[in-house]
Each structure stands twice: as structure tokens, then as C-alpha cells.
T-cell receptor
Framework: SQTIHQWPATLVQPVGSPLSLECTVEGTSNPNLYWYRQAAGRGLQLLFYSVGIGQISSEVPQNLSASRPQDRQFILSSKKLLLSDSGFYLC???????????FGDGTRLSIL | LAKTTQPISMDSYEGQEVNITCSHNNIATNDYITWYQQFPSQGPRFIIQGYKTKVTNEVASLFIPADRKSSTLSLPRVSLSDTAVYYCLVGDVGIRSGAGSYQLTFGKGTKLSVIP
């Protein structure tokens, strides 16, 4: 069966520090991969998605970037974190477009 | 993007059937309708997906009228553990081409509270 792993579960970082969140999927090949952010009490906003290795699409301008160095690995990064980057970050995968998305357990990021 | 509108919150007693309706007036021909459930501090969990008419699985039913401009998630005989936020999502990335970015958001969802 397919599984998705996302780590760390919680992270506290100072303003201006770098960020690297990793997501890996097992049990499937060439999945669509997604990064979302959820602010407190809000819905999920799509940040990046990828339909293949090295193919990254960004949905909103921001201080973050994403990379897909391997088929089932999706990384969310930042060179310098801002206070506004705080939130709950979720990684998800799907078999293909219009198929249900399956989410990881998320990373709670707090910027101090 | 087919923007969705849902009630912000709903209350229900245990054992009752709950129907949550989502409006998506400008749904596109290729768009599917997907519902997710989210508990606090967890990622959303897929519940059900449909394109038209009615879909049923072991946990819910999804009713979609012919014009597809709305959909209704039906949860039979809810329990306390069904207390969660329910999101309606229409469409997906990669479908649309042309100018402008494709913003896929889940919206704020419907917070369902099940009362004993």
C-alpha cells in the first residue's frame, strides 16, 4: 500500500533562518505531489505542485521554493524565513490529476 | 477555478443523518468533486469523489444534480467521532491551460459538531 511520510512534525525557527521540509511517498511511482499551507482556522492553500521530477509549479508568489530531486521526494525550502511563514504545512500525493489526494500528517512551523 | 461555497458550521445530534451542501456555480466540464474530512492538527482525509449523479461508499454518499453546480455530502447516522471540518474541493491542478495561475484551495470548509 501507499504511504506518505512528512517530517518533522513540529519545528520552531527564528526569523531569517533557512527551512527544509521533506516529504516522501512510498508504494507508487510518478505521483502528483503537492505542498499546502494552512493558517490557523483557515482552509488549505496550495503552494506548489509537481507532476514529475524537476517539474515544479508555483501557485502563489512567496518566500518559499520547492524541489523534486527524486520521483517520490518533494522538498519545501526557504533561504530566509519570515514571521508570515508560520503555519501548518501539508504534503499530499495523488495518482494523477482528478484523483483523490492523500495527505501526510503535516508540519507545524512556528517562526519566532 | 471553480470557487466553492459551504456553510461555515453545522450542529447535529448523534445518530442523525447530516447533509452538507457545497455550491460551485462555475464548475468546469473536466472537474471532479471531492470531499475531505480534517481533524485538528491532522492532514485532510479523502471521503468520497464524484462527477455526476450519486456516488456511495462505506462512509458517505455524494449527490450531484444534473447541472453539477452544487453537491451534497451525506453522512448517515453520525457519531461523536465525525466531529471535524469537511471540505469540498472542485477541480485539480494541471487541467487548465492558458493565462493565469491555477489556484487550488480548499476554502474554510464546514465545521461539523456532533452533539451527544
Amino acid at each position: 500500500s501507499q504511504t506518505i511520510h512528512q517530517w518533522p512534525a513540529t519545528l520552531v525557527q527564528p526569523v531569517g533562518s533557512p527551512l527544509s521540509l521533506e516529504c516522501t511517498v512510498e508504494g507508487t511511482s510518478n505521483p502528483n505531489l503537492y505542498w499546502y499551507r494552512q493558517a490557523a482556522g483557515r482552509g488549505l492553500q496550495l503552494l506548489f505542485y509537481s507532476v514529475g521530477i524537476g517539474q515544479i509549479s508555483s501557485e502563489v508568489p512567496q518566500n518559499l521554493s520547492a524541489s523534486r530531486p527524486q520521483d517520490r521526494q518533494f522538498i519545501l525550502s526557504s533561504k530566509k524565513l519570515l514571521l508570515s511563514d508560520s503555519g501548518f504545512y501539508l504534503c499530499a500525493w495523488s495518482e494523477q490529476v482528478n484523483q483523490p489526494q492523500h495527505f501526510g500528517d503535516g508540519t507545524r512551523l512556528s517562526i519566532l | 477555478l471553480a470557487k466553492t461555497t459551504q456553510p461555515i458550521s453545522m450542529d447535529s445530534y448523534e445518530g442523525q443523518e447530516v447533509n452538507i451542501t457545497c455550491s460551485h456555480n462555475n464548475i468546469a466540464t473536466n472537474d471532479y468533486i471531492t470531499w475531505y474530512q480534517q481533524f485538528p492538527s491532522q492532514g485532510p482525509r479523502f471521503i468520497i469523489q464524484g462527477y455526476k449523479t450519486k456516488v456511495t461508499n462505506e462512509v458517505a454518499s455524494l449527490f450531484i444534480p444534473a447541472d453539477r453546480k452544487s453537491s451534497t455530502l451525506s453522512l448517515p447516522r453520525v457519531s461523536l467521532s465525525d466531529t471535524a471540518v469537511y471540505y469540498c474541493l472542485v477541480g485539480d491542478v494541471g487541467i487548465r491551460s492558458g493565462a493565469g495561475s491555477y489556484q487550488l484551495t480548499f476554502g474554510k470548509g464546514t465545521k461539523l459538531s456532533v452533539i451527544p
